[in-house]
């Protein structure tokens, strides 16, 4: 199984920032893509950002120009550096990813437990 460990959430003012780290562990044969998604109160969970292992990456329009995620391939690490924040970017922000556990099994995906982020003054 694949384990996902978020960090670096927490309360910010409007316009600040703030970098959130997940971290892969377990039994990894490959990570296809390594994502951040949020989700707000009342509202059903979005996909943020998605980093592949070839190295493109996807954002959400409202995110695009403030958010930048990337991705350590070898050290099955995905950050996401959040700039600009607004009242709207506060949520519960989950690690998810996309693989192989083994070259056995088949394709899936594991979430992590999600990490408070809240803007506010």
């Known amino acids: 199984q694949v384990q996902l460990v978020e960090s670096g959430g927490g309360l910010v003012q409007p316009g600040g920032s703030l970098r959130l780290s997940c971290a892969a562990s377990?039994?990894?044969?490959?990570?296809?893509?390594m994502d951040w998604y949020r989700q707000a109160p009342g509202k059903e969970r979005e996909l943020v950002a998605r980093a592949t292992t070839g190295g493109s990456t996807t954002y959400a329009d409202s995110v695009k120009g403030r958010f930048t995620i990337s991705r350590d391939n070898p050290k099955n690490t995905v950050t996401l550096q959040m700039n600009g924040l607004t009242p709207e970017d506060t949520a519960v922000y989950y690690c998810?990813?996309?693989?192989?556990?083994?070259?056995?099994?088949?394709?899936?995906?594991?979430w992590g437990q999600g990490t408070q982020v809240t803007v506010s003054s």
């Open positions: 998810h990813a996309l693989g192989y556990s083994d070259y056995t099994k088949p394709h899936d995906e594991w």
């Open positions: 377990g039994s990894i044969f490959m990570l296809n893509a």
